[in-house]
């Protein structure tokens, strides 16, 4: 579903800039504008894009999220990306000998908004799909965002990831609301007694309960069962139904 820039504009808060370092196919730009504005962020930098500024691929690919993308800076280079900001965290999964610290991406949002919520403006790194963000990049952050993959498979997509990213800060930001489905209370119990004699009363004329002497274990059986399902009162009513109607049938076949 496609939403309107003022829907995707009124629903944006505070967030980090995404800056990525050399991007390649304006498709993974896209994608990754796509995936950002998905949680909430939208200001995107790019350090010398392969294919140049503005791409229509990009734009095509980002689908809706044309507010990341009509807005989108490119720089010469990561110094002048990240030149007002004021705390950087790069994405790498290689092991690099720097002493930076490494946090994961739950650690990394919560990281960014304290920050943010304090009005410094932050920003992570990406680096570009064939070989990620250079050892130069990584040495200007503050740390390191390193996602928990696959290590005999650690290579991600620029939009994966960040799409992890996005959605660790949309988590840590208190964005995510998730509508919770309307509730119906359980029926009262004397809606279930009335249900558990009608079935077993049905059961009873239709021969179930064999041999006799163990009906009063299976009726109990029965009887728990029902009782520990946590009927409402329009299931009890529909399953009340389900029974005369099954009876019904049976009186048919007997004729």
């Known amino acids: 579903m496609r939403i309107s820039r003022k829907q995707a504009r009124d629903g944006l808060t505070p ?26 962020v939208a200001g995107l930098r790019l350090v010398r894009p392969r294919d140049g500024w503005p791409n229509p691929k990009a734009a095509a690919t980002a689908s809706g999220a044309s507010i990341v993308i009509d807005q989108t800076d490119v720089f010469a280079s990561l110094d002048e990306a990240i030149a007002d900001c004021q705390y950087v965290l790069a994405t790498t999964a290689r092991r690099r000998e720097l002493p930076t610290a490494v946090l994961t991406p739950d650690a990394a949002a919560a990281a960014l908004k304290e920050r943010i919520a304090a009005g410094l403006r932050c920003a992570v790194l990406f680096g570009g799909e064939r070989n990620g963000l250079a050892s130069d990049d990584v040495a200007r952050a503050d740390a390191i965002v390193s996602i928990p993959v696959n290590p005999a498979f650690a290579s991600l997509n620029l939009a ?4 992890i990213v996005a959605y660790e ?6 964005d995510m609301e998730i509508d919770a489905p309307a509730t119906t209370p359980p029926a009262g119990r004397e809606d279930l007694h009335r249900l ?4 077993e009363a049905e059961l ?7 041999p006799l002497e ?4 299976m009726a ?19 399953l009340r139904g389900v029974i005369k ?11």
């Open 15 to 40: 967030a980090p800039l995404f800056v990525l370092v050399e991007p390649q196919m304006g498709e993974n730009i896209g994608a990754t504008a796509r995936a950002m504005l998905n949680f909430g």
């Open 160 to 163: 994966h990831a960040a799409l």
């Open 169 to 174: 800060w949309s988590r840590a930001a208190g």
């Open 196 to 199: 558990i004699e009608h079935l």
């Open 204 to 210: 009873d004329a239709a021969g179930y309960f064999f």
């Open 214 to 217: 163990k009906k009063p274990g």
């Open 220 to 238: 109990r059986n029965l009887r728990a069962a029902i009782s520990r399902a946590g009927f409402t009162e329009p299931e009890i009513r529909t």
């Open 245 to 255: 109607a099954l009876a019904r049938s049976g009186d048919r076949e007997e004729v």
